[in-house]
């Protein structure tokens, strides 16, 4: 985190009020800058993102919130991957190196965004009680308020304020005003997701992903509860039903992964479902606005890290803000757009298969000198990503590329001759 605020820019108004959101409303209120998020206070009856990474933890200590999550959340020790017969591993925390928290939480995420509300209430950010509206400032590349929404605001914002940021999530309020292209990402799935009584779980704590006979699914213990989630491509969900509680139904009796863990689990909420999520917002700022969290882009739920990737995004735009200089916000940009574009990437690896035949042949020739000399280092760099530690580190990305391309054709090798 950079020092005080040094640019122009003095008030901030913050369209929603979920993680991204907050966690800037809290970083800005606490240099000084006036704050005012504005809260739709309705909402679904569950929230998706229940699973957090290590990285996320120190940003929780830096909110000051760690210990109230920590009160209502499952601690998370790990990550389990149940993809075949053949591939099927855990990854314990503890393997992780250096300073990073060698866990994780699941949250119940109702409790969790109203917990980083209050910290950016405390911190001294404003929050009004209603949907925001936005109008399109003609012949420019600017918005501002509607004046319902300026006057819901009263005192806590005087006049028009510097910067919009827009941290509404999937609405995307202002990438839709502004017809604001986006790159949509190659998978075109819908996830439903449910809590239920209980569930087989490996690991205590951890997230599973198993592969489904189509698709993958999520199980995330929560307190009392697990969270479900189905993902798979949208045009084979109309063959289980019609309504997305029938689907799920349906899917957890049918499946044979899903009936062997979860086939007597009762379903305790309603159903939910997200389609076409994967994307990624060709332009992040404007004259006067900005893109935070899910809203500049959003890519894959299977690595559970939405919500660091959103977060991280908010701690580098205060940082920006506070130096409140275009350039400064061209970097933050950048740094945004690069971030979610490696993601997607690291995504494409996971579904194309690569990931996990590299890691399979890997422990299949863990004995041979190849492998034993290159095998701890390389681990040591995805488990870095995929907590989030690493996942901005040139050298750690360079190095699952590399794995992903060389690798894999030296490991074939190997394995031809074996
Ligand atoms: C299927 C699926 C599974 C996922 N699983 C995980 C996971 O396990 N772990 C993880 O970290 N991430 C996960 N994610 C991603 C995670 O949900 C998001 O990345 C995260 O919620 C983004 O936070 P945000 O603050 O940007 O947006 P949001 O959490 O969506 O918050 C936006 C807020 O803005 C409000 N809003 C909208 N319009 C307005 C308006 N006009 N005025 C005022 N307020 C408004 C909304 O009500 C909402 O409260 C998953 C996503 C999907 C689709």
Known sequence: MKGQRTGRIGTVAILGAGPAASTLGVLLARTGLRVVLFHRPKRAPLLVGESLVPAIIPMLRLLGVEGQVRHFSMLKPGATFNISAAVNFSFPFEQLRGSMPRYAYNVPRDRFDDTLLEAARQAGAN??????????????????????????????????????????????????????PSRSGRRKDTALFAH????????????????????????????????????????????????????????????????????????????????????????????????????AGFIDPVFSNGLFIGMHSAMALADAIREGTQPALRRYEREVIHHLETW????????????????????MLRDTLLVKLTFSHVNKHLGRIFSGAASTSPYSVGLLRFAMKHGLMTDFAVLAKA
């Not at 003609?138 to 006057?151: C, I, S």
């Open 127 to 180: 929050v009004i009680e209603t949907a925001a509206r936005v109008e399109r400032v003609e012949g420019a590349d600017r918005v501002r308020l509607h004046p319902d929404t300026l006057a819901a605001a009263g005192d806590c914002l005087p006049g028009p304020p510097d910067l919009i940021v827009d941290a509404t999530g999937r609405a995307r309020v202002l990438p839709n005003l502004l017809d604001i």
């Open 196 to 295: 239920v009584d209980r569930t087989q779980l490996d690991h205590e704590g951890h997230v599973h992903t198993s592969r489904l006979d189509r698709g993958w699914s999520w199980r995330i213990p929560l307190p009392g509860r697990v969270s479900v989630g189905m993902v798979m491509g949208s045009e084979f969900l109309p063959k289980f039903g019609t309504s997305p509680e029938e689907q799920f139904d349906n899917l957890m009796r049918q499946d044979s992964v899903l009936r062997e863990v979860a086939g007597d689990a009762k379903r305790l909420t309603p159903v939910m479902q997200y389609s076409n999520y994967q994307l990624v917002s060709s332009r992040v700022i404007g004259d006067n606005w900005v893109l935070v969290g899910d809203t």
């Open 344 to 363: 997607h990437e690291i995504v494409d690896y996971f579904y194309d298969g690569r990931l996990f035949t590299c890691f399979h042949v890997g422990q």
